[in-house]
């Protein structure tokens, strides 16, 4: 009887996880390549309508029109060029979300792990705060009473995560101030600037390129939410989430309108999710060596 501890499998079980991990970051690579080439390659300007043209079927259908190869919508506008200048406008909202997040967060758990005491005490109770409340109503009711522009948007989309990369940096640097590198520093006079930018800082690099890599797919399907509900991208400018909230009424006729840009979706989410796993065993030495 074998277990899953039994060497002769274990190998075969890595090289499948491999194999995903391959497969995955192949797909992030493409769709990223896509998105920034989204103005070269597509065959048809984003906005550009033709009512002769409307709901026509992907490529292989019978009334299939020349050159929409994944179709066209209910205002004859090119469902591929759409996708792939909504998947752009996407990826470009999410890493700015992302990105925003990271300053947040990280500034203030460096700020709660190197400064113990009241400070520590508030940044947590607002990292407690922020978990207690579901952020999509939060979002809501901002960009409810602030409007869906997309400076707002990539506010609330910045602040959508920072409270997980609060709790990843304390937790971090609260440990490695136990070890005796960063005592000997305190001891030899060194500032709290200094150990955070020498030696703190540098072994944050694993888990913040997870949860960055994380809270981009993440924000993906939030700005997929907002925009779905009517309170992210607005029309005609193309994103994923709005494209298949426009796109639900036609379903039962057009439903390639729907399942193009929410297939992008979910490989976009997926593939970003084991690129960052494989990011991580990468980055983390004791994995690489495991």
């Known amino acids: 009887m074998t277990t899953l501890a039994d060497p002769a499998i274990a190998p075969r079980r890595k090289g499948s996880t491999d194999f995903i991990q391959k497969i995955a970051i192949g797909i992030a690579i493409l769709l990223f390549a896509l998105a920034l080439l989204a103005p070269w390659i597509v065959p048809f300007a984003p906005l550009d309508q033709s009512l002769l043209s409307r709901l026509r079927p992907p490529l292989g259908f019978e009334r299939f029109a020349a050159g929409h190869y994944a179709g066209t919508d209910e205002l004859g506008r090119d469902v591929l060029s759409r996708s792939l200048y909504g998947m752009r406008l996407t990826l470009a909202l999410a890493f700015a979300g992302a990105l925003i997040g990271l300053l947040i967060g990280g500034t203030l758990g460096l700020v709660a792990g190197l400064r113990r005491g009241w400070v520590e005490d508030g940044i947590m109770a607002l990292v407690d705060m922020q978990i207690a409340i579901p952020f999509t109503l939060v979002a809501l009711l901002i960009l409810s009473l602030l409007g869906s522009n997309l400076t707002v948007l990539v506010l609330v989309l910045g ?18 101030s136990a070890l005796p590198f960063i005592e000997a520093a305190w001891t030899a006079g060194a500032g709290p600037v200094y150990i955070a930018c020498r ?22 399907i939030l700005e997929s939410t907002l925009s779905f509900l009517g309170l992210g991208v607005q029309p005609p400018q193309p994103s994923l989430g709005s494209m298949v909230g426009l796109g639900r009424d036609y379903m039962p006729t057009a439903p390639w309108i729907v399942l193009v840009p929410a297939a992008l979706i979910v490989a976009l989410t997926f593939s970003v999710q ?13 994995l690489r060596d495991r």
Request: glycine letters at 4%; charged letters at 25%; zero cysteines.
């Open 159 to 176: 602040i959508a995560g920072w409270e997980q990369y609060a709790r990843i940096v304390r937790a971090e640097v609260r440990r490695l």
């Open 199 to 220: 030696h703190v800082l540098p072994n944050l690099i694993s888990p913040l390129v997870v949860q960055f890599t994380l809270a981009l797919s993440n924000i993906v």
């Open 274 to 286: 084991i690129m960052g796993d494989w990011l991580r065993d990468r980055a983390d030495v004791r």
